[in-house]
């Protein structure tokens, strides 16, 4: 029989809302929330590639116990400043404030990598209906092939008469698309370049990509004082609570973490996607993945569709959805439930 149950698209930080169609527990189909107030019946071809990708999803029983001893033992002979819980913002809210808790109930530490974005004062960040009604807006990297329910809201505001500006290291469909287009050897020119703009009152910026972190603080400093807004739109659907409750690190500052650890326990993250392969190399590794990544000892969760869920969005809006797929022969198990096993 098939099923319709509204959720969240788990692809990126913009919280757009999506149907999905199930069958016995496996995605058929999704079609847009038409009612979700952030992408107004919209979803982009990002969401439907991500849906593609775990569609055939099949894996709903798992064997605990064994693995369970398994992660215990490896805890309790490992000494707690050793041992680093690696997270992103692909864990959800609840998750995340179990992994809080179980981190700090165990002396272990616990860090994020999140694209070299930092946290920073909710007041300075602009909300999505603030995009359309702004007369002036600046975009750093490729909005519209990257986030393009975003570029949908840039589109709006153009056609109220705002004036597009995109700063990139090569040209790009954002770029194509705006008024002007600067083109940057590196994200260090990134101030200099926007020193060089006349700044309205009702300008935004809107950044989905920087190179490091003092880069992205200099930004926020320009910001600041200019007194105007940005939307940072971050890589992950629950990236934002990531930045307000964890230590997010610079790529440099994790690699040097991790080298100085015995134990890394990842928890629906993969290292290797930013860091060289050899980072691992000599480490235990446990890893608790929604996504079929075998890394070490490979310990598998239920997918934010297969549980009740709540993401917090780039604009810092929290979305609650119930389990989608209502699949009761599936035994897996949360990351909540897995560390209340440990």
Request: charge should be negative.
């Amino acid at each position: 029989m098939l099923t319709i149950n509204h959720t969240i698209c788990p692809e990126c930080s913009i919280g757009c809302g999506l149907n999905v169609i199930s069958k016995d527990g496996i995605i058929v189909g999704i079609n847009p929330f038409k009612n979700n107030e952030i992408n107004e019946g919209k979803n982009c071809k990002n969401c439907t590639e991500y849906i593609d990708n775990i569609s055939t999803m099949e894996n709903k029983t798992f064997d605990y116990d064994n693995v369970i001893d398994e992660l215990k033992n490896k805890m309790e002979s490992t000494d707690s400043e050793k041992i680093t819980i690696l997270t992103s913002g692909n864990t959800d809210n609840n998750d995340l404030d179990n992994l809080i808790k179980f981190a700090d109930d165990k002396g272990v530490n616990l860090v994020s990598y999140e694209y070299e974005f930092t946290k920073i004062n909710p007041e300075l960040i602009a909300s999505y209906d603030e995009v359309e009604k702004a007369d002036q807006i600046i975009t750093i990297g490729d909005i519209y092939r990257k986030n393009s329910l975003i570029g949908r809201r840039i589109i709006h505001a153009k056609e109220n008469d705002a004036k597009t500006i995109n700063i990139y290291t090569e040209t790009n469909l954002t770029g194509f698309n705006s008024d002007e287009f600067k083109q940057i050897e590196s994200f260090d020119e990134l101030n200099q370049v926007l020193d060089s703009i006349d700044f309205t009152e009702n300008t935004i910026i809107i950044i989905n990509e920087i190179s490091s972190t003092q880069n992205y603080v200099d930004l926020i400093k320009l910001i600041e004082d200019k007194n105007i807004k940005v939307l940072p739109l971050l890589q992950h659907p629950n990236s934002y609570s990531i930045l307000e409750k964890t230590e997010s690190l610079s790529k440099e500052e994790l690699a040097n973490k991790i080298e100085d650890s015995e134990l890394i326990i990842l928890v629906n993250e993969n290292p290797l996607e930013y860091l060289d392969d050899s980072i691992l190399e000599g480490k235990n590794i446990i890893s608790l993945t929604q996504n079929g990544v075998e890394l070490g000892l490979t310990v598998p969760v239920k997918v934010w569709c297969q549980k009740e869920t709540s993401f917090t969005n780039s604009a810092g809006l929290t979305q609650n959805y119930p389990d989608a797929i209502n699949d009761e022969e599936n035994t897996l198990k949360t990351v909540s439930e897995v560390l209340d096993l440990i």
